[in-house]
Nanobody
Framework: QVQLVESGGGLVQPGGSLRLSCVVS????????WEWYRQAPGKERELVAA???????NLAESVKGRFTISRDNAKNALFLQMKSLKPEDTAVYYC???????????WGQGTQVTVSS
């Protein structure tokens, strides 16, 4: 059983910052890719940021220069540092990992981020 638990969401004013965390536990031997997605009301889920097993990162154009993805291998944890937040960043943010051997994907339950004054 693999579990992903996100935390760190909340209400923040435009221009503010938040740091999301995702901790992975359970029977997953090696992770090939770590990703953050978000889904705003009425919109499709979109990829926000990704970090590969080798440490390469990729960010959506809309968040480049504002968001940073990182991980702590020892703690099996994924982070998303978000700065200069905008109302359009409002969404439920999900972490996702892909197992190296099986290529199976696992999702967290999501954490709400609301950017509003």
């Amino acid at each position: 059983q693999v579990q992903l638990v996100e935390s760190g969401g909340g209400l923040v004013q435009p221009g503010g910052s938040l740091r999301l965390s995702c901790v992975v536990s359970g029977s997953i031997f090696r992770i090939n890719a770590w990703e953050w997605y978000r889904q705003a009301p009425g919109k499709e889920r979109e990829l926000v940021a990704a970090i590969t097993r080798g440490g390469s990162t990729n960010l959506a154009e809309s968040v480049k220069g504002r968001f940073t993805i990182s991980r702590d291998n020892a703690k099996n944890a994924l982070f998303l540092q978000m700065k200069s937040l905008k109302p359009e960043d409002t969404a439920v943010y999900y972490c996702k990992v892909e197992a190296l051997i099986s290529s199976r994907s696992y999702w967290g339950q999501g954490t709400q981020v609301t950017v509003s004054s």
